[in-house]
C-alpha cells in the first residue's frame, strides 16, 4: 500500500502498482489461418491488426479469411469427419479433448495475459475466470464423449457433422471452449470463427490443439471479420451453425440458413433485471449489483442491466451502491488490482457513449464513479441512472458496457410485470432472504438463467441460453452436448 496525499481528515491509503508480467509472452506479428493441422496464408494475402484497447498499440497481424478459405476449412473438417473423428472410438476422442484441457492449464498464464491484452479485460478476471472455466469445459465434455449412451438412454446418438462455429469479443477464449468442446464430444468436426478485435487466444488455442495432435482437419479457426462468418452460415455442407453474437446478426443468419436444413443455436443479447427485495442481505446485494453489471466492463451478454429495487430499501441500495462504486479501481487491466479494465474497442466506446448521451438527454439523473481515466486507451466510468421509466432508450436497448439503469418497484407483482417487459430473456437475478420468494419469482420470470442471491456465476456443468430476442438453444450441461447429436 502506498501513502496518498493527507486529506483534511485523515489519511487516504492507495494500492501499490501491481502489474502483471508479459515478459513470458512471445507474440507473432503475424498470424495465419489454422486449416487442416496447418497455419496456412489466406487465400487474399490480405491481414488486418488486432490492438490492445488499453494502450491502442497493435499487438499482431491477423489472416483474413474470405469464401475461398472458408471453402478449404470447410472441406478440411469434412474429410476430417468422414475420416476420422466419427469413426474414432469415443474413449480415444475423449483423450485428444483431456490432452486440450491439460496443455491450456499449462499455458493458462500465458492466455490470461494475451486475453487481457487483446480483450481489456482485468486480469483478474481472465487469470480467475475465463481461463480456468475454459479449461473446465474441455474436461467436462471430456467426460461426456464415451458416455453418450447414457446422456441419452434408450437413443441412438449421432454426431450432426461438420460445425461451423461463430463467437463474440466479450469472452473469447472461453466462447471458442463453450463451442468446441461440446462439438467435438459428440463427434463433430469445427470450423470456428473469432472476433476481429479478439482473435488472439483462439489462434493460441490453435498451438494448442495442434501440440494435443488432434487429426488434422477436426478443428479448424479462421479469422476475419463479419463477411467471413457469413462465409461459414452460407457454406452448403456445414450441418449446423452455433452462433454467439449481437441479436442483429443472429436475425440475418436465421434468415439466411432458413429451409437449408441446417441446426442452429443462436446465444444473443440481453437486458437482463436484478431484483432487490426489501428484505435482501443488502451489503451482499450491493456487491450483486456491482458484480453483475461492472464485470468485464458490462460487456456480458447476461449483465443485470437493469436493477428492481423494493421501494422501501432503495435509498440505502443507492447510497451504498455509489459508495461501493467511487472504491472501485479503473485503469491498467495488467494491474492485478484493478477492477474495471478498458473498453474492448473505440466502436464499443463510442455505443457506451452515445447512450449515456441519450440517457441525460431523457431526463435521467446520472452517477459516475469517481476514478481517474487513463489519457491513452479506451476507458468508460462505472454509471448508473436513476429518474428512469420502462420506456426510457437506456432500459430498453442492451448498452453492453458499464452503465446500469435504477427502478423501483412496490409489489412481486409489479417487478415481475416490469422485468419480463422486455424484448429479452437471458437471464435474472433475485435477492430476497425468503426461500418462498425466490421461488415464486423464479417461475414468473421470462430468463434462461436466473440466479438468487448470487450473479454471474457460471459452471460447465449448467445449461446456458435465453429466451425471445435472446436467442434459442443452450450451451453447457447436457442440453449443451444434445446441440451436437442427432437422437434417432
Ligand atoms: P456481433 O457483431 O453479432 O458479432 C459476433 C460475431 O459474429 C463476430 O465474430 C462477428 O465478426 C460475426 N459476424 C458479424 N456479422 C456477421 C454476419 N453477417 N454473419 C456471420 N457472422 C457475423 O456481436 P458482438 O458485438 O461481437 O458481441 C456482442 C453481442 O454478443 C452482444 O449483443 C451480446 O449480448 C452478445 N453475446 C451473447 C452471449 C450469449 O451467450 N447469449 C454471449 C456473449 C455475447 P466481427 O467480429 O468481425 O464483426
Ligand atoms: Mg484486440
Given at each position: 500500500?502506498?501513502?496518498?496525499?493527507n486529506t483534511?481528515?485523515?489519511v487516504?491509503?492507495?494500492?501499490?502498482p501491481?502489474?502483471?508480467?508479459t515478459?513470458?509472452?512471445e507474440l507473432k506479428?503475424?498470424y495465419d489461418l489454422?486449416?487442416d493441422g496447418k497455419?496456412v496464408k489466406p487465400?487474399s494475402?490480405k491481414?488486418?491488426a488486432?490492438?490492445n484497447?488499453?494502450?491502442e498499440?497493435?499487438?499482431?497481424?491477423?489472416a483474413?479469411?474470405?469464401?475461398?478459405?472458408v471453402?478449404?476449412?470447410?472441406?478440411?473438417?469434412r474429410k476430417?469427419?468422414?475420416n476420422?473423428?466419427?469413426?474414432?472410438?469415443?474413449?480415444e476422442?475423449a483423450k485428444?479433448i483431456f490432452?486440450i484441457?491439460?496443455?491450456?492449464q499449462?499455458r493458462?498464464r500465458e492466455?490470461a495475459v494475451v486475453?487481457?491484452l487483446?480483450a481489456g479485460?482485468t486480469?483478474r478476471?481472465?487469470?480467475?475466470?475465463?481461463?480456468?472455466?475454459?479449461?473446465?469445459?474441455?474436461?467436462y465434455?471430456?467426460?461426456w464423449?464415451d458416455?453418450?449412451?447414457?446422456a441419452?438412454?434408450?437413443?441412438?446418438?449421432e454426431?450432426?457433422?461438420v460445425?461451423?462455429q461463430i463467437?463474440?469479443?466479450?469472452?473469447?477464449l472461453?466462447?471458442a471452449a463453450?463451442?468446441?468442446?461440446?462439438?467435438?464430444a459428440a463427434?463433430n468436426?469445427?470450423?470456428?470463427?473469432p472476433a476481429?478485435?479478439?482473435p488472439?487466444?483462439a489462434?493460441?488455442?490453435?498451438?494448442?490443439?495442434h501440440?494435443a495432435?488432434l487429426p488434422p482437419g477436426?478443428?479448424?479457426?479462421?479469422?476475419g471479420y463479419?463477411?467471413t462468418?457469413?462465409?461459414?452460415v452460407?457454406h452448403?455442407?456445414?450441418?449446423?451453425i452455433?452462433?454467439?453474437g449481437?441479436t442483429?446478426?443472429?436475425?440475418i443468419i436465421?434468415k439466411?440458413i432458413?429451409g437449408?436444413?441446417?441446426?442452429?443455436?443462436l446465444?444473443?443479447g440481453?437486458?437482463s433485471?436484478?431484483?432487490?427485495m426489501?428484505?435482501?442481505p443488502?451489503?451482499?446485494a450491493?456487491?450483486g449489483?456491482i458484480n453483475g453489471?461492472?464485470f468485464n466492463?458490462?460487456?456480458v451478454c447476461?449483465?443485470?442491466?437493469?436493477?428492481f429495487?423494493q421501494?422501501a430499501v432503495?435509498?440505502?441500495?443507492?447510497?451504498?451502491?455509489?459508495r461501493?462504486?467511487?472504491t472501485?479501481?479503473?485503469?491498467?487491466p495488467?494491474?492485478?488490482?484493478?477492477?474495471?479494465?478498458?473498453?474492448n474497442s473505440?466502436?464499443q466506446l463510442a455505443?457506451?457513449?452515445?447512450?449515456?448521451?441519450?440517457?441525460?438527454?431523457?431526463?435521467?439523473?446520472m452517477?459516475?464513479?469517481?476514478?481517474v481515466?487513463?489519457?491513452?486507451g479506451?476507458?468508460c466510468?462505472?454509471?448508473?441512472?436513476?429518474?428512469?421509466a420502462?420506456?426510457?432508450?437506456?432500459v430498453q436497448?442492451e448498452?453492453?458496457?458499464?452503465?446500469?439503469?435504477i427502478?423501483?418497484?412496490?409489489?412481486?407483482?409489479?417487478?415481475?410485470q416490469k422485468?419480463?417487459?422486455t424484448?429479452?430473456g437471458?437471464a435474472?437475478?433475485v435477492w430476497t432472504?425468503?426461500?418462498s420468494?425466490?421461488?415464486n419469482?423464479t417461475t414468473k420470470?421470462?430468463?434462461?438463467?436466473?440466479?438468487?442471491n448470487?450473479?454471474?456465476?457460471f459452471d460447465?456443468?449448467?445449461?446456458?441460453?435465453?429466451?425471445?430476442e435472446?436467442?434459442?438453444?443452450?450451451?453447457?450441461g447436457l442440453?449443451g452436448l444434445?446441440?451436437?447429436?442427432?437422437l434417432?
Amino acid at each position: 500500500m502506498a501513502k496518498k496525499k493527507n486529506t483534511q481528515a485523515a489519511v487516504e491509503w492507495d494500492y501499490s502498482p501491481s502489474p502483471e508480467s508479459t515478459s513470458h509472452i512471445e507474440l507473432k506479428s503475424k498470424y495465419d489461418l489454422y486449416i487442416d493441422g496447418k497455419f496456412v496464408k489466406p487465400s487474399s494475402g490480405k491481414y488486418f491488426a488486432s490492438y490492445n484497447p488499453a494502450t491502442e498499440e497493435k499487438l499482431a497481424d491477423v489472416a483474413y479469411a474470405n469464401e475461398k478459405d472458408v471453402d478449404k476449412a470447410v472441406k478440411a473438417a469434412r474429410k476430417a469427419y468422414t475420416n476420422v473423428w466419427s469413426k474414432m472410438e469415443a474413449s480415444e476422442r475423449a483423450k485428444y479433448i483431456f490432452r486440450i484441457a491439460r496443455i491450456m492449464q499449462e499455458r493458462s498464464r500465458e492466455l490470461a495475459v494475451v486475453e487481457t491484452l487483446d480483450a481489456g479485460k482485468t486480469i483478474r478476471e481472465s487469470r480467475d475466470v475465463d481461463v480456468p472455466l475454459a479449461c473446465n469445459h474441455f474436461f467436462y465434455y471430456a467426460g461426456w464423449a464415451d458416455k453418450l449412451d447414457y446422456a441419452f438412454p434408450n437413443r441412438k446418438v449421432e454426431p450432426l457433422g461438420v460445425a461451423g462455429q461463430i463467437i463474440p469479443w466479450n469472452f473469447p477464449l472461453l466462447m471458442a471452449a463453450w463451442k468446441i468442446a461440446p462439438a467435438l464430444a459428440a463427434g463433430n468436426t469445427v470450423v470456428i470463427k473469432p472476433a476481429e478485435t479478439t482473435p488472439l487466444t483462439a489462434l493460441i488455442l490453435a498451438e494448442i490443439i495442434h501440440e494435443a495432435g488432434l487429426p488434422p482437419g477436426v478443428v479448424n479457426i479462421i479469422t476475419g471479420y463479419g463477411d467471413t462468418g457469413a462465409a461459414i452460415v452460407n457454406h452448403d455442407d456445414v450441418d449446423k451453425i452455433a452462433f454467439t453474437g449481437s441479436t442483429a446478426v443472429g436475425k440475418i443468419i436465421q434468415k439466411a440458413i432458413a429451409g437449408t436444413g441446417k441446426k442452429a443455436t443462436l446465444e444473443l443479447g440481453g437486458k437482463s433485471a436484478n431484483i432487490i427485495m426489501d428484505d435482501a442481505p443488502i451489503d451482499q446485494a450491493v456487491e450483486g449489483i456491482i458484480n453483475g453489471i461492472f464485470f468485464n466492463q458490462g460487456h456480458v451478454c447476461c449483465a443485470g442491466s437493469r436493477l428492481f429495487v423494493q421501494e422501501a430499501v432503495v435509498d440505502i441500495v443507492v447510497k451504498k451502491l455509489k459508495r461501493r462504486m467511487d472504491t472501485l479501481i479503473l485503469g491498467d487491466p495488467l494491474d492485478k488490482n484493478t477492477d474495471i479494465g478498458a473498453i474492448n474497442s473505440k466502436e464499443q466506446l463510442a455505443v457506451i457513449n452515445k447512450y449515456i448521451k441519450i440517457g441525460i438527454d431523457e431526463g435521467a439523473e446520472m452517477y459516475q464513479g469517481k476514478c481517474v481515466i487513463p489519457e491513452k486507451g479506451y476507458y468508460c466510468p462505472p454509471t448508473i441512472f436513476t429518474d428512469v421509466a420502462q420506456s426510457s432508450t437506456i432500459v430498453q436497448e442492451e448498452i453492453f458496457g458499464p452503465v446500469l439503469t435504477i427502478q423501483t418497484f412496490r409489489t412481486v407483482d409489479e417487478v415481475i410485470q416490469k422485468a419480463n417487459n422486455t424484448p429479452y430473456g437471458l437471464a435474472a437475478g433475485v435477492w430476497t432472504d425468503k426461500g418462498s420468494r425466490i421461488f415464486n419469482l423464479t417461475t414468473k420470470l421470462r430468463a434462461g438463467v436466473i440466479w438468487a442471491n448470487t450473479y454471474n456465476k457460471f459452471d460447465p456443468t449448467s445449461p446456458f441460453g435465453g429466451y425471445k430476442e435472446s436467442g434459442f438453444g443452450r450451451e453447457g450441461g447436457l442440453h449443451g452436448l444434445s446441440a451436437y447429436v442427432k437422437l434417432k
